[in-house]
């Protein structure tokens, strides 16, 4: 799909009146949503980037309200994320798509192959060795150098000398580099957001409308795979190319689409 750079929409509650008439339109609707930068603000000190009560609220009454559990995707490890949401009865998956959990069922874990995995170890080295372990968040899959937070030449330094030992990493078969919202990430590439979203299309019944809002480099796998089948929201005011079809500038935003969403929903259906 070609990147586009749409614009902004100017009212706080989100689409044009074409998106949510298709939105009306759909026989069944699946919400799927990123946590960071899309539902909450980034905070430096990631777990007090906590969801409010009244967005939680609001979750759960779109929850309770949707004939298909709505999901958080997220790059975050699945146990932060049910920190986080727990209560919400949310579906969640977490590091991209390698942790999955409904809720009153067991966590389901995927893991990498050996070499991806020893490739993930040398890069975590290799930061160790320049001193900056502590920026470095490893994950099962996945490592994330944080520098959000750094005064920006100090971030700049780091991601460039970072950058320059992982990016050779992500053309390697098996594994994936992007810069991010404050940092970078190397992870495995067999799972990502956008065959996490291709899944969930798969699955749902037929006629069934899928969303994906997200905000990141890391979603705009989710975007492409949705193509022009789904509906696609990147969050943010930097305009960057972008899949997606539509744009909100902030979490603020994506609360007053959620208020919209569920005023479309049926009183009280049940969750599956």
């Known amino acids: 799909m070609a990147f586009t750079h749409p614009e902004v929409p100017p009212s706080r509650s989100a689409l044009p009146a074409s998106a949510w008439a298709r939105i009306c339109a759909a026989r069944t609707r699946l919400l799927i949503l990123d946590y960071d930068g899309t539902l909450v603000p980034f905070r430096a000190d990631r777990m007090s980037a906590r969801a409010g009560e009244p967005l939680l609220s609001r979750l759960r009454e779109v929850t309770e309200r949707s ?13 932060e994320l049910r920190q986080l949401l727990g209560g919400s009865g949310l579906r969640l998956v977490g590091l991209h798509g390698w942790e999955e959990w409904t809720p009153g069922q067991e966590v389901v874990e995927h893991a990498p192959g050996a070499a991806v995995r020893e490739r993930l170890e040398a890069a975590a080295r290799a930061v ?29 330094d780091r991601e460039q000398r ?12 098996g594994l994936r580099f992007d810069r991010t ?5 190397l992870r495995a ?18 006629g069934t409308l899928v969303a994906f809002v997200g905000d990141d480099a890391t979603d705009e796998a989710a975007f492409a795979a949705l193509g022009d089948q789904g509906l696609s929201i990147r ?10 079809q539509y744009r909100l500038a902030g979490p ?12 479309l ?8």
């Open 67 to 79: 004939t298909l559990r709505p999901v958080v995707l997220s790059g975050r490890p699945l146990a």
């Open 128 to 156: 160790a060795a320049l001193g900056w372990q502590e920026r470095l968040e490893v994950k099962r899959c996945a490592l994330a150098f944080h520098t959000r937070g750094l005064p920006p030449a100090a971030a700049r």
């Open 162 to 173: 970072v950058g320059a030992l992982w990016e050779p990493l992500g053309r390697d078969r």
């Open 181 to 185: 919202h404050g940092g970078l990430e």
């Open 189 to 206: 590439s067999e799972r990502d957001k956008g065959t996490v979203v291709t899944g969930l299309q798969a699955g749902a019944p037929e």
């Open 235 to 244: 969050v943010g005011a930097d305009l960057l190319p972008t899949a997606a």
């Open 252 to 263: 603020d935003q994506v609360e007053a689409f959620l208020a919209r969403w569920t005023s």
């Open 265 to 272: 929903l049926p009183a009280r259906e049940t969750a599956s």
